[in-house]
């Protein structure tokens, strides 16, 4: 008897965490490559950029207007790994993992398809501390649901910003730059409603 009454509150607790979003799967062709050498699979993306032509992917599909996007990301060499967040035309928000000064950088990036150097960049308005390293592993979730912008590290709340002022929330495309070795396992794309 005692069952009933803890299983009932779990299968509601589930259907309603469920409700309300969309898994989006992307699949090796809905992706474009810009510059560098990418090798695309199911799950497993790895982008090979050096310092003077950093590794670009853009996708095909458009992310929906409010989203979560997870994803696994190793920078097995380079400084720089880069979520170009709802690209429209040559603007986009960036949200970066970056080595050399140990943050997590949210900014106004602009992209550029014929520079192969360096397609994309810009200036940061958000900065937070956080040991970046090499060769590790890190679980990333990027949560965007009307103007606030929440990111996750390893679990950890890193930022969580209103995002409004910034005019970067319009529904774009999803982009991937490394200025080195990067790999990038378990990309989850899901619609909040």
């Known amino acids: 008897m005692k069952t009933k009454h803890i299983v009932l509150p779990l299968f509601i607790l589930l259907l309603f965490s469920c409700a309300g979003s969309k898994n989006i799967s992307l699949e090796k062709s809905d992706w474009k490559i810009i510059s560098g050498n990418w090798t695309l699979d199911e799950y497993t993306y790895i982008g ?22 997870e994803l696994d990301v190793n920078m097995l060499d380079g400084s720089l790994f880069e979520l170009m967040l709802n690209l429209n035309q040559d603007e986009y928000l960036r949200a970066y993992l970056y080595t050399i000064e140990n943050a997590l950088k949210i900014g106004r990036g602009r992209f550029d398809e014929t520079n192969t150097e360096r397609p994309g960049g810009g200036s940061t308005f958000i900065e937070k501390p956080i040991e970046i390293q090499n060769n590790t592993w890190y679980n990333v979730k990027v949560k965007l649901y009307k103007d606030n912008l929440s990111i996750f590290i390893d679990d950890v709340l890193i930022i969580d910003k209103q995002i409004a002022k910034y005019e970067l929330n319009n529904p774009g495309y999803l982009g991937l730059i490394t200025n080195g070795k990067t790999i990038v396992k378990n990309l989850a794309i899901k619609k909040l409603s």
Request: aromatic letters at 10%; hydrophobic letters at 30%.
């Open 48 to 69: 090979n950029g050096k310092s003077l032509e950093w590794a670009t992917l853009t996708s095909l599909e458009k992310l929906p207007k409010n989203y979560s996007i």
